[in-house]
C-alpha cells in the first residue's frame, strides 16, 4: 500500500523489557532454550540487549522439545549448550527435565517414567557438575 502514513515509533518498540520503551514496558519475561537455540544474534534476553538487574527472564531448559524429538538432548554437548545458554540469558532456569507427557507418541525417546526420571538425574548431575558463576538461579523438576 502506498500513500499511507508511517507511524514514527521507537527503535525499541519491540523490546519489551528495555526500560525506556515508552510503548509496552514488562520487568518479567520467560524464554525457552528450544525456541531460541539456533539464533546466532542476540535477542532482547541477551545481556547486551538487557540489564539482569532490572528486569527478570526465567528460562526453559527445551524438556519439551526433546520429548518431542526437536532437539536431540541424548548428547552431552547439547545439554551444555542449553545451560550455557539459560546462564548466559536467565536469572532463574529450570533443569533440563525429560518429561513424561509425552510417553507413548512415537516422536518421544523416552520409554516410561523410570526412563524419564533416570534421563532428568542425569541432566541434572551435568548441569550440577558444569555449572558456572554466572548468578542464575536453577528450579528443580519433579516428575510424579
Known amino acids: ?8 515509533l521507537p527503535s525499541n518498540v519491540l523490546n519489551f523489557l528495555d526500560p525506556e ?3 509496552f514496558r514488562i520487568s518479567h519475561a520467560m524464554a525457552s532454550y528450544g525456541q531460541f ?24 531448559s ?12 541424548n548428547n552431552t554437548g547439547e545439554q551444555l549448550l ?4 539459560l546462564e548466559t540469558n536467565c536469572n532463574i532456569a529450570m533443569c533440563l527435565d525429560a518429561p513424561a507427557s509425552r510417553l507413548g507418541d ?3 525417546p523416552f520409554t516410561s517414567l523410570d526412563d524419564c526420571l533416570d534421563r532428568t538425574c ?3 548431575m ?11 538461579k536453577f528450579l528443580n523438576v519433579i516428575h510424579g
Open 62 to 73: 527445551g524438556g519439551y522439545q526433546w520429548a518431542t524429538g526437536k532437539i536431540d538432548f
Open 21 to 23: 520503551n515508552t510503548i
Open 126 to 136: 551435568l548441569f550440577e557438575s558444569k555449572r558456572e558463576a554466572s548468578g542464575t
Open 106 to 108: 512415537p516422536k518421544c
Open 37 to 60: 537455540r539456533n539464533r546466532r544474534d542476540d535477542t532482547i534476553f541477551s545481556p547486551s540487549k538487557r540489564n539482569k538487574g532490572h528486569t527478570c527472564v526465567i528460562g526453559d
Open 82 to 85: 542449553a545451560l550455557r545458554w
Open 122 to 124: 542425569e541432566a541434572l
Open 1 to 8: 500500500m502506498t500513500g499511507l502514513p508511517t507511524p514514527d
